[in-house]
């Protein structure tokens, strides 16, 4: 068995931890309570996610002459825009950007891509000191983790493992409330903005006509982020492009309301370049570098490319009946969930992820959810279909999914044999359905042998 799938059977075990899934199902029902209530704005729903997902489609299909235009614009705005195949050489631009800066403190607003390329370990190594700014991100970086979630970092702890950590860490109250907490890390923080040389940010959308970038948040920190440092990093997967300024207004609030509830995001910016002759604030410099690191490989996949029109807003983490179990870090991998299980095996290799493709229920409930119409439970059976094809499956597997297929094919071939002899093949894998489950007894006879006798 593949390490990385061995490794999720055993962390998948958190399912029976009863403090950890009453936290997770607490948080993600406060979610699903604001995000019903963000839904109630749209008259039509529906139509909106049509369009996003129209669009969206667009630029899937045409994303070279998209990237080309952005490119174009944004370095007329005095962007200096790289292009990195690989988390290896995006690492290296931003090491090198780092150390022309004489850098020794970077400030970071949330950004999954920057987990993508572990930013942090590389510019630790070369003695950079990494600070997120986010609160969730915050949270975990001070308990040496990864983000938990998409959106929210540290959805795996309770307000009162947070007062904890802090007083370990900080030696704050520790019966601190969340306000209290949250103070104290606003007031830490602010010394980090305004002596860090370089702000890295994510970008929720790359937008063509205009060439800049959008950031949406709710504390402030991304801008403060941009604003204090004289350099402003952004990474980017080429996938979150939009054609228009004009598209915003659609995918601003469907962004929001499908992923926090809210009306619209708190703080929403479009940065188009550094500062200008005169201006008295913001970055000197605005390196943009713009990631593939697979994403090409995933838009030339036919019905797989659909996975990049995601925008991010973990609304298919909150419904899928299997995070919401197994939890975030049991994915071991940058992105989890319904989405993160498409993409990973494009990412990290078929061969070390495929079976997370084969954790879902095919309920659907995360391509209901979806912002942009993307079908994720049927491309999740897609990459199941493409582990088959690829050999990817243990001899025992497929010796025994050949088994299941001849049983099941026909009635007959069910009842050639009897439940005896049927609990006895049961017996060979006594875990065959886990260690928590008791496997099923089989009557002598089946009920089909039974009618046929007249015995019942």
Not at 75 to 89: L, M, S, T, Y
Not at 151 to 170: G, I, Q, Y
Not at 171 to 192: I, N
Not at 352 to 374: D, M, Q, R
Request: with cysteine; net charge positive.
């Amino acid at each position: 068995m593949p390490v990385y799938k061995r490794k999720f059977l055993k962390d998948s075990s958190i399912a029976f931890d009863k403090k950890h899934r009453k936290t997770i199902n607490f948080n993600i029902s406060r979610y699903n309570e604001a995000v019903a209530k963000g839904k109630l704005r749209y008259k039509n729903l529906n139509l909106a996610k049509e369009r996003a997902s129209y669009i969206k489609s667009d630029v899937v299909k045409n994303l070279a002459t998209y990237l080309e235009e952005f490119e174009k614009n944004a370095q007329k705005n005095g962007i200096e825009v790289i292009w990195a195949r690989n988390g290896h050489e995006a690492v290296n631009e931003i090491t090198r950007v780092a150390k022309e800066n004489n850098a020794r403190l970077m400030v970071k607003s949330k950004s999954m891509i920057s987990e993508e390329i572990e930013l942090n370990k590389h510019v630790e190594e070369m003695g950079v000191e990494p600070v997120e700014t986010d609160l969730g991100e915050f949270i975990v970086q001070v308990a040496g983790e990864k983000p938990y979630h998409i959106l929210t970092p540290a959805m795996h702890k309770s307000k009162e493992d947070v007062a904890r950590l802090f007083n370990e860490k900080f030696d704050t109250p520790p019966d601190s409330s969340p306000e209290e907490l949250t103070g104290f890390v606003r007031e830490k923080l602010r010394k980090q903005f305004t002596s860090a040389e370089i702000g890295v940010t994510g970008a929720n959308f790359l937008v063509a006509d205009v060439g800049g970038i959008v950031l949406t948040e709710n504390e402030g920190n991304g801008f403060m982020s941009v604003s204090f440092p004289k350099v402003h990093i952004v990474i980017a997967g080429i996938e979150k492009i939009l054609p228009s300024i004009n598209h915003l207004p659609l995918f601003l609030p469907l962004l929001s309301a499908l992923g926090t509830g809210q009306q619209v995001t708190v703080y929403n910016s479009l940065l188009t370049g550094p500062k200008k002759t005169g201006e008295s604030n913001g970055p000197e410099k605005m390196v943009v570098i713009l990631l593939d690191n697979k994403r090409t490989d995933i838009a030339q996949a036919g019905e797989q490319s659909a996975a990049l029109k995601c925008i991010r807003c973990g609304a298919c983490l909150n419904a899928c009946p299997i995070y919401k179990n197994v939890g975030g870090y049991t994915y071991n991998t940058t992105y989890s969930g319904p989405i993160g299980s498409v993409i990973s095996p494009y990412f990290n290799g078929f061969d070390s992820y495929n079976h997370l493709s084969f954790a879902c229920t095919v309920c659907g409930a995360c391509t209901e959810v979806c912002p942009v119409k993307i079908p994720l439970h049927e491309l999740l059976l897609n990459n199941r279909k493409n582990s088959v094809e690829m050999n990817l499956g243990t001899l025992k597997w497929d010796f025994g999914m050949k088994m299941y297929e001849f049983a099941f094919k026909n009635r007959k071939n069910l009842d050639a044999v009897n439940g005896n002899v049927k609990n006895s093949l049961l017996n060979l894998n006594r875990k065959v359905l886990g260690s928590k489950k008791n496997k099923p007894t089989f009557a002598k006879e089946s009920f089909s042998k039974l009618k046929k006798l007249d015995k019942i």
